[in-house]
């Protein structure tokens, strides 16, 4: 998981905020970008770590990111917030994984 969240400083934008959220789960805010700016930048993080070479972790080792993204502009308040990002990550989840879904998806 450590290297996990290096890749997503390394490639998170200059003005993001990350933190672990849970055992697998991290939370990415990104200020001053509109839900479409946001979906952009989480497809390149999450592209980028699945083309990641961890192989020196164990052989063969693939890492595949699942996203949920939401915007404080469509939820009004914070719970809202992580709900509609967490419904979109399930969505992201339960349609085959390693891929972006957004709460208008």
Not at 26 to 46: G, M, Y
């Amino acid at each position: 998981m450590e290297r996990v969240a290096q890749q997503l400083k390394e490639l998170s934008p200059a003005n993001a905020k990350y933190a672990r959220w849970g055992g697998e789960e991290f939370t990415l805010l990104l200020p001053e970008h509109s839900l479409e700016q946001a979906i952009n930048a989480v497809r390149i993080i999450q592209q980028s770590i699945e083309q990641h070479d961890f192989s020196d972790l164990a052989p063969l080792l693939n890492i595949t990111v699942s996203v949920g993204v939401a915007s404080v502009e469509n939820a009004g308040d914070y719970n809202r917030l992580l709900n509609h990002a967490d419904q979109a990550l399930y969505r992201a989840k339960q349609t085959g994984r390693n891929k972006v879904e957004s709460e208008l998806s």
